[in-house]
């Protein structure tokens, strides 16, 4: 399933995603969160993946252990050389490419798609292990190639997941067919409060001070 949270700057889309992932969080529901930050060269994926795999920003060898130990988990043994090193150009962690790797990936688009049906498998493997949530905030910040890998993944990756993603109208501009494909689309509109809840949203703030 694809949620997607549409609202203008401080209308509550981040809040109200928080108070999700804390209550899913209590089911001991797997969450993983991501976001896109203005003018940075990490994308949401990265993000993404390093709360997966609990990878630091600038990740180290005990990272790079605990990746291959997770990605091996949820993979097993067959293939496991190809997609660590696919999904770990995602966050930055280079792994020796085997001989098919070498003479495919010169291509950069040929690369591209090689990396995306490799993170689509793993997360269909992943979810079949037990349901997943993937949370991504600020997507108006992401670029045109992080948001259609993350509408084909939406489209594209079976089981029990939900992309639960949260954008300024910006965004579906840009992406005018997004969630279209969608085994299950739903969009939720956050809309600026009317006056009087505005009012009463202040008188509570104030009552505390």
Same mark, same amino acid.
């Given at each position: 399933?694809?949620?997607?949270?549409?609202?203008?700057?401080?209308?509550?889309?981040?809040?109200?995603?928080? #108070?999700?992932? @804390?209550?899913?969080?209590?089911?001991?529901?797997?969450?993983?969160?991501?976001?896109?930050?203005?003018?940075?060269? *990490? =994308?949401?994926?990265?993000? %993404?993946?390093?709360?997966?795999?609990?990878?630091?920003?600038?990740?180290?060898? @005990?990272?790079?252990?605990? !990746?291959?130990?997770?990605?091996? #988990?949820?993979?097993?043994?067959?293939? *496991?050389?190809?997609?660590? !090193?696919?999904?770990?150009?995602?966050?930055?962690?280079? !792994?020796?490419?085997?001989? !098919?790797?070498?003479?495919? @990936?010169?291509?950069?688009?040929?690369?591209?798609?090689? =990396?995306?049906?490799?993170?689509?498998?793993?997360?269909?493997?992943?979810?079949?292990? =037990?349901?997943?949530?993937?949370?991504?905030?600020?997507?108006?910040?992401?670029?045109?190639?992080?948001?259609?890998?993350?509408?084909?993944?939406?489209?594209?990756?079976?089981?029990?997941?939900?992309?639960?993603?949260?954008?300024?109208?910006?965004? %579906? *501009?840009?992406?005018?067919?997004?969630?279209?494909?969608?085994?299950?689309?739903?969009?939720?509109? %956050?809309?600026?409060?009317?006056?009087?809840?505005?009012?009463?949203?202040?008188?509570?703030?104030?009552?505390?001070?």
């Amino acid at each position: 399933q694809l949620v997607t949270i549409v609202g203008n700057q401080g209308t509550g889309k981040t809040r109200l995603m928080n #108070e999700l992932i @804390t209550e899913l969080r209590e089911k001991q529901t797997r969450v993983f969160h991501g976001a896109a930050i203005r003018d940075q060269a *990490v =994308s949401a994926v990265a993000s %993404l993946l390093r709360d997966r795999f609990e990878l630091t920003p600038q990740p180290d060898e @005990t990272d790079k252990l605990r !990746f291959t130990h997770e990605v091996r #988990e949820v993979i097993g043994e067959k293939d *496991v050389a190809e997609l660590l !090193f696919l999904i770990g150009g995602y966050v930055g962690l280079e !792994f020796p490419a085997t001989p !098919f790797l070498r003479a495919v @990936t010169e291509n950069p688009a040929q690369l591209a798609d090689l =990396s995306k049906t490799a993170l689509k498998k793993f997360l269909e493997l992943d979810v079949a292990n =037990s349901p997943l949530v993937l949370v991504l905030d600020d997507l108006q910040w992401a670029g045109e190639d992080t948001l259609q890998l993350l509408h084909d993944l939406a489209v594209g990756v079976g089981g029990p997941a939900v992309l639960l993603c949260a954008a300024r109208p910006e965004m %579906l *501009v840009r992406m005018g067919g997004w969630g279209e494909g969608a085994v299950d689309h739903t969009r939720i509109d %956050l809309r600026n409060l009317e006056g009087d809840d505005a009012e009463d949203m202040f008188k509570n703030l104030l009552a505390k001070v």
